[in-house]
DNA sequence: CATCGTTCGCGAACAGTGTTCCCAAAGGTG
DNA sequence: CACCTTTGGGAACACTGTTCGCGAACGATG
């Protein structure tokens, strides 16, 4: 409707070169400096005027690097997908994902946003694509048709990103708000599977790496067939 | 920190009995009215200025039903959740989680705003907690333990939210802005499987329903073991 | 070296936002 | 009829994303 040209993401937005007055920063340098806010005091504290304090400049100067918030957003998670380090695809298909999984659960919990961006606005960036080309690169052999291998990766990026959200919220004090209701329900009664299962022995036996590992093989085993 | 009481879920802070003013309005009846804003012009429009004027009251009156913003989404959330017209448990456990996905599933496609919540705040309200108990009657007779249940409860939401986003994203526009930059990397070569993956005939034979039924029953069997 | 075309930086302003304060009004209860 | 508690809500505060328009800075051109 009225998004005419506003259609084309951040990254095919290239600035033209040479000509006129350069800019004093980059994308890069601005996108570094949201990245830097949002690790320090969350996704809500990214705000243009403070992404632009941060960098010393005026807030309306942020949009000659980025089009509106949202860009920014993007190229935040997209900037962070340059951190996974994978090895070159070869051996199990499952070993390769899994490898994947666990790089991403911890560049989630290092930069605890990023479930949130991944979850609630799933865009690709270079990285994203890189990361997508790893994927089916690993699957290669695999003779699933194109369709579920898109989705397996949708799925992982998915799940380790509600996953990771999931032990995020443990850490912080978030997760005591949810079973402060669910335990009011159970001692009201009339819950009676949910009682047993909340008294029954809550071991957790295995680390969070261990359990999250765990569950993404059984889910991708799940979607793409036994080993 | 400086959270004392407020760390008590909504739907614990009922109101005084008898005494005093009554109120105009009930908690339910702001609920309705941000739903109904919400269907008509997405969750960016539920502001508490737009849904005060929808009940044809000042905003800050809501703040006598709900102690913030927050407070409403997860009320929104858990209403809709009553919508579930579940059948009594028995049977096999796999159709039982079946019926809960589609179900999960149209709510959210008739409810365009409820993916972004349940993927961003899974809070357990009243409805959401009796889904819960419902689940757990389903898999009563299932010998995993407590904790994967739950997991499966867990991934079953956040998978039907994930996957009804994905399909509301195709609907509208919204996809292509996705698609742009993933054209674009293609044909800049140096993504060998991803041209291979987008040349190949991307047949879509099923129905978008059918495509998720079979999906999530992949995924819980994997999650789960075989029926 | 001056001019020109273009781009950048950014203060100011606009239209919103969530939330808090405070006070007037309303209603059951004694 | 007072009294006490609670509701309704205008006004204000501290923000937010974004646009406008200006002056200044630069590379290329004459």
Same mark, same amino acid.
């Given at each position: 409707m009225e998004a005419g040209e506003q259609a084309i993401p951040v990254w095919l937005r290239e600035r033209r070169t040479g000509v006129g007055r350069p800019a004093e920063r980059s994308r890069a340098e601005v996108t570094a400096a949201a990245i830097a806010l949002a690790d320090r005091e969350g996704l809500a504290a990214v705000s243009m005027r403070r992404v632009a304090a941060q960098l010393g400049t005026g807030a309306a100067s942020l949009y000659r690097y980025v089009a509106a918030r949202d860009d920014l957003l993007d190229l935040m998670?997209? $900037?962070?997908a340059a951190g996974y380090d994978l090895p070159a695809p070869g051996g199990p298909w499952l070993t390769g994902l899994l490898e994947v999984g666990r790089q991403g659960r911890v560049l989630m919990l290092r930069h605890r946003w990023l479930p949130e961006l991944v979850l609630t606005r799933p865009a690709l960036g270079p990285h994203g694509v890189d990361l997508l080309e790893h994927v089916l690169a690993v699957l290669a052999e695999h003779p699933a048709?194109?369709?579920?291998?898109? $989705?397996?990766?949708a799925v992982m990026n998915t799940l380790t990103a509600a996953l990771a959200l999931n032990e995020l919220s443990i850490t912080s004090g978030t997760r005591h708000r949810q079973g402060a209701y669910l335990a009011h329900a159970v001692a009201a009664g009339r819950h009676s599977h949910l009682a047993a299962a909340l008294t029954g022995a809550s071991l957790m036996p295995a680390t969070p790496a261990e359990r999250f590992e765990d569950t993404l093989a059984r889910i991708l085993t799940g979607l793409l067939g036994a080993a």
């Open positions: 998670a997209d $900037e962070v048709d194109t369709t579920r291998k898109m $989705e397996a990766f």
